[in-house]
């Protein structure tokens, strides 16, 4: 989905968000408030100027708008596969970003996710998997690596990728997997501004993932491997 098509939607309020080379930022009106926006657009890959941008951006709203509401748009392929992004540590930046939503985040700022598009590796782990709850679109796009990719650095034929992610969602693309692992936390039809209000108005006090994902069949260990390791317990003894 165009990004302005989008921001129709979420925000009849109103809204002043620019793009500049692939780069989404900008406020918007919300549930009868100021919501910063940012994020990326055009399927970007999330380079050192992208990632940079983005934590700037969050870093002068948690500066500047104490407690202000952060939205991410997440439309991306992942991280840039450029030389002179491996030279310069493209994972030092993306760190960097990750850190700095998760610092707006612990001074109070509610974060929210929303991949509009595409949401894949890197690009995703440091911005919507970052944010108190991540949403989607049912046409979005989603996954850690395309399985012919995985195929070539796992050495497990893309057939038998393929035939495991007819049953795992770990392996599987796609918006529904993530709402199956708890890395989704909804899927968003219909009225995107009334959505967005709700999930504005929810609490998210801590991390649920793991036990979305038990709870819905998507992923079984996580939660039990976590509370094993927090309790001190032996979770392959049970």
């Known amino acids: 989905?165009?990004?302005?098509?989008?921001?129709?939607q979420l925000f009849p309020g109103g809204y002043e968000i620019s793009e500049q080379d692939l780069f989404l930022s900008g406020t918007a009106q919300a549930a009868g408030e100021t919501v910063a926006v940012v994020g990326t657009t055009g399927h970007a890959p999330i380079g050192v100027e992208i990632a940079l941008a983005q934590a700037r951006f969050i870093l002068q709203t948690v500066r500047e708008h104490p407690g202000r509401a952060i939205m991410l748009l997440v439309d991306t392929v992942g991280q840039r596969l450029r030389h002179r992004d491996e030279m310069l540590g493209i994972n030092s930046y993306m760190a960097h970003l990750g850190k700095c939503v998760d610092f707006a985040r612990r001074r109070g700022h509610r974060v929210i996710g929303l991949v509009y598009d595409q949401a894949l590796s890197g690009?995703?782990?440091?911005?919507?998997?970052?944010?108190?709850?991540?949403?989607?679109?049912?046409?979005?796009t989603i996954r850690v690596m395309a399985l012919p990719a995985m195929a070539r650095?796992?050495?497990v034929p893309e057939e038998r990728l393929v035939e495991l992610a007819g049953s795992n969602p770990v392996f599987a693309p796609g918006a529904e997997n993530y709402l199956r692992m708890g890395g989704v936390q909804e899927i968003w039809s219909g009225d995107?501004?009334?959505?967005?209000?709700?999930?504005?108005?929810?609490?998210?006090?801590?991390?649920?993932?793991?036990?979305?994902?038990l709870w819905r069949g998507g992923r079984k260990l996580a939660k039990p491997v976590a509370d094993a390791i927090v309790s001190g317990s032996d979770v392959l003894a049970s």
């Open 192 to 213: 995107l501004a009334e959505q967005l209000e709700t999930a504005m108005a929810a609490e998210h006090r801590s991390d649920e993932r793991a036990a979305l994902g």
């Open 153 to 155: 650095i796992t050495k």
């Open 1 to 8: 989905m165009d990004w302005k098509t989008l921001a129709d």
């Open 123 to 140: 690009g995703f782990i440091t911005s919507g998997l970052m944010a108190d709850a991540c949403y989607a679109l049912p046409e979005s």
